[in-house]
T-cell receptor, first 114, second 112 residues
Framework: GAGVSQSPSNKVTEKGKDVELRCDPISGHTALYWYRQRLGQGLEFLIYFQGNSAPDKSGLPSDRFSAERTGESVSTLTIQRTQQEDSAVYLC????????????FGSGTRLTVV | QKEVEQNSGPLSVPEGAIASLNCTYSDRGSQSFFWYRQYSGKSPELIMFIYSNGDKEDGRFTAQLNKASQYVSLLIRDSQPSDSATYLCAVNPSGSARQLTFGSGTQLTVLP
């Protein structure tokens, strides 16, 4: 596609429920990143996928968070047993290869846990 | 110590003035540096990147890099109200092709 597409744009869920966020990167972009941005805060790295290499999961805050990506296509970020502190905007970004020229962000998913 | 530091602001400048945004980083081996603009409620948008010491100009924007001082800045000339946004500095630590590390951003307001 023309840009990075994320869905849903907004998600309200009850505490304890599982949620799944989706990211469709720019076609041909081998690198895909998930970041979290809490209200008024900076970007917090979560996970990075590069082609078929093992993902870098070093930023995932707990084992309730997981992500998958098949090849160089769509990625899903799953949060199990959501907590109120998970409320944030979840941003996905993609790039041609690594960070040499920066990345392009999607419009994000605003998650609210009530 | 945070890896990428920015003054959170808010920074206010009058329309037509030069806005100067600053960023320092801790990893001396960092190779590439990026400035993103984020309007309220929107996602970050890449506006400039710089790899070499010195200045890089693109329209009204100039990025300045001083690796010896571990300092990168963004100058916005002839500031416009539409430049009002949060500006995020991002660094590629040690030249690795992995994730960028972002500062917490500087909120800029350009007053008409």
């Amino acid at each position: 596609g023309a840009g990075v597409s994320q869905s849903p744009s907004n998600k309200v869920t009850e505490k304890g429920k599982d949620v799944e966020l989706r990211c469709d990167p720019i076609s041909g972009h081998t690198a895909l990143y998930w970041y979290r941005q809490r209200l008024g805060q900076g970007l917090e790295f979560l996970i990075y996928f590069q082609g078929n290499s093992a993902p870098d999961k070093s930023g995932l805050p707990s084992d309730r968070f997981s992500a998958e990506r098949t090849g160089e296509s769509v990625s899903t970020l799953t949060i199990q047993r959501t907590q109120q502190e998970d409320s944030a905007v979840y941003l996905c970004a993609s790039s041609l290869s690594g960070t040499a020229y920066g990345y392009t962000f999607g419009s994000g998913t605003r998650l609210t846990v009530v | 110590q945070k890896e990428v530091e920015q003054n959170s602001g808010p920074l206010s400048v009058p329309e037509g003035a030069i806005a100067s945004l600053n960023c320092t980083y801790s990893d001396r081996g960092s190779q590439s540096f990026f400035w993103y603009r984020q309007y309220s409620g929107k996602s970050p948008e890449l506006i400039m990147f710089i790899y070499s010491n010195g200045d890089k100009e693109d329209g009204r924007f100039t990025a300045q890099l001083n690796k010896a001082s571990q300092y990168v800045s963004l100058l916005i000339r002839d500031s416009q109200p539409s430049d009002s946004a949060t500006y995020l500095c991002a660094v590629n630590p040690s030249g690795s092709a992995r994730q960028l590390t972002f500062g917490s951003g500087t909120q800029l307001t350009v007053l008409p």
